[in-house]
């Protein structure tokens, strides 16, 4: 006794089988895309991570030196500091947080102009120290030029005295 429908049983069967095939190779790529593409996403955060905690770590210390920086250049015209001392040391320190810029910083421009106004402002500083005895100066020659004033007025007075004389 043959069935009947033996092809169509057949080809149920072979189609039941691909089907079959079919979700366990599904179940298997998903397990491996649910295993082994998170490793690999996590493997991506994690060194992004780490760039990101390197960059981190150099905008802090970035910050620590430019805050060093301010406070000497806050300091540095105060009387009695020992000026050179820390005019070479505010000089050293801008060159290293300049030495310390790499080329990946993302911001390295922005940090370049805050090294170039550090300079700018030392710079500034500098000179106005050394203008700070002009104003002695400015008395001196103020004093000066009120003796020589009252030298004039009194060598004019003396020529018209001596012309009122001679015209006598």
Do not use: H
Not at 9 to 38: C, E, H, Q, T
Not at 52 to 81: A, W
Not at 149 to 161: E, G, P
């Amino acid at each position: 006794m043959e069935p009947l429908n033996k092809n169509e049983r057949a080809r149920s069967f072979w189609k039941f089988l691909a089907l079959l095939l079919g979700v366990i190779i599904l179940s298997i790529v998903a397990v491996f895309v649910n295993y082994k593409v998170p490793y690999v996403e996590n493997e991506i955060l994690r060194t992004q991570n780490i760039k990101y905690e390197e960059q981190l770590g150099n905008d802090f210390s970035f910050y620590q030196k430019l805050d060093t920086v301010r406070q000497l250049l806050d300091k540095i015209n105060n009387p009695g500091e020992n000026v050179v001392y820390l005019d070479q040391f505010i000089s050293s320190t801008l060159v290293d947080m300049g030495k310390n810029l790499s080329d990946t910083t993302s911001r390295k421009e922005f940090y370049s102009n805050i090294i170039s106004q550090a300079l700018e402002l030392q710079k500034a500083k500098k000179q106005l120290r050394d203008l700070g005895g002009a104003s002695k100066d400015v008395e001196t020659y103020k004093s000066d030029l009120e003796k020589l004033s009252r030298d004039l007025d009194n060598a004019k007075r003396d020529l018209d005295l001596c012309r009122q004389l001679s015209n006598r």
